[in-house]
């Protein structure tokens, strides 16, 4: 299934309707904040973009992303964190919450299976490299975001490992704030294993 990511789209995503499930009120900002400062249009865009699909993210926190990523009901969201910090009023019909790392529950044939992968954890680089060598190694077909891969050098170590011919910086439609070792930048990766993601970069 080809999918355009098409630069000039993403800001007008519209999440206002999901803001009063966010508890957080820092968070409620977050997520009408500008492609590029922060990744809640981006995700929404993405679901919106895919129909029938399958979502994994890594990191659920607060319920923020797997909220924006909820915006298109036909499509499921499993999210796993280690630690259940899950704050939204009321979870989304489709939205599975999973407490543990996926690996050690044994379920990470959840990512094969995937049309779509969302991480965002710890940053530390290892986690991010055992989730890509598995999904290399069995032959993913989707596509994975990385969140914060300029958040720190461990990070930026592991995205520089990521072949050039799969791999997009693409933190000016992402997250762009932060405060990483290259500067006030998070940063945002997409890795292709499909080759059916085609980026418009039209701004
Ligand atoms: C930066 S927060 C995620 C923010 C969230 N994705 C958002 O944008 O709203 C990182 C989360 O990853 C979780 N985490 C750390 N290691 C993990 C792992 N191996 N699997 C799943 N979650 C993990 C932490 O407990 C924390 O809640």
Known sequence: MKMKIVYSEINNID??????????????????????????KLLGY????????????????????????????SNHVRTYD???MYSVREQPNNVTRVIGNIFDLNEQH??????????????TGD???????????????????FDDILW????????DKIPNDIKYDITS????KGLG?????????????SGNIELIRNI
């Not at 679901?47 to 993210?57: F, G, Q």
């Not at 439609?173 to 762009?176: A, E, F, L, P």
């Open 152 to 159: 720190s050098d461990e990070m930026i170590n592991f995205w």
């Open 46 to 73: 993405i679901s919106l973009n895919l129909n029938n699909a399958k979502i994994v993210e890594l990191g659920t926190h607060n319920g923020t992303s797997s909220t924006a990523l909820s915006i298109n009901i």
């Open 82 to 84: 280690i630690r259940d």
């Open 127 to 145: 986690f991010e490299m055992q989730v890509y060598e598995y999904l290399r190694d069995n032959k993913y077909n989707g596509f994975i975001i």
């Open 15 to 40: 999440l206002s309707a999901l803001v009063t499930l966010i508890t957080r009120l820092d968070h409620r900002g977050l997520l009408l904040a500008p492609a590029g400062d922060e990744h809640y």
């Open 181 to 193: 070792p290259r500067g006030n930048v998070s940063g945002t990766g997409l890795v292709d294993f």
């Open 110 to 123: 959840h990512l094969l299976e995937a049309d779509f992968i969302f991480l965002d954890t710890a940053h």
């Open 173 to 176: 439609i992402g997250h762009g």
